[in-house]
């Protein structure tokens, strides 16, 4: 995997995580500039999951299990979609807290991720 991709995909999820955390505290929904945000992280963790898919196809494999680490792959592109689209449907400031959840959530995966390849050695 490549170090710089899972310490961006885990900032951009902190910095969404804050921003959102920030938007529930001013009682706010989710706004169109919440997904915007949310759209840049998926779109790092889509790159993420397409290169670690390419490397395990090249032969390459993680230290801990191929099939816990696509668990996490696939987690970690689902977990910013799935809480985004929730916030669609509670309009308040919960929808904010949710995504904000879910993208500290994601962050959490990222280290995991990191430590099932190698942490660093692959």
Excluded: N
């Excluded at 919440?34 to 390459?60: D, E, K, N, P, Y």
């Excluded at 959530?105 to 991720?113: C, G, I, P, Q, T």
Aim: hydrophobic share 55%; charged share 10%; proline share 2%.
């Amino acid at each position: 995997m490549i170090d710089a991709l899972t310490v961006a995909v885990g900032v951009t999820a902190l910095l969404l995580a804050a921003w959102c955390g920030f938007a529930a505290y001013r009682d706010e929904p989710t706004k169109d500039w919440h997904f915007i945000g949310m759209a840049v992280v998926s779109v790092l963790a889509l790159a993420q999951l397409v290169i670690g898919l390419v490397q395990l196809a090249g032969g390459r494999s993680p230290d801990e299990s191929t099939a816990v680490f696509l668990a996490y792959l696939i987690g970690a592109v689902a977990c910013v979609p799935a809480t985004g689209f929730m916030s669609l449907s509670e309009r308040t400031r919960w929808g904010s807290v949710t995504v904000a959840a879910g993208a500290v959530v994601l962050a959490v995966l990222e280290v995991r991720l990191y430590d099932i390849w190698g942490g660093g050695h692959g």
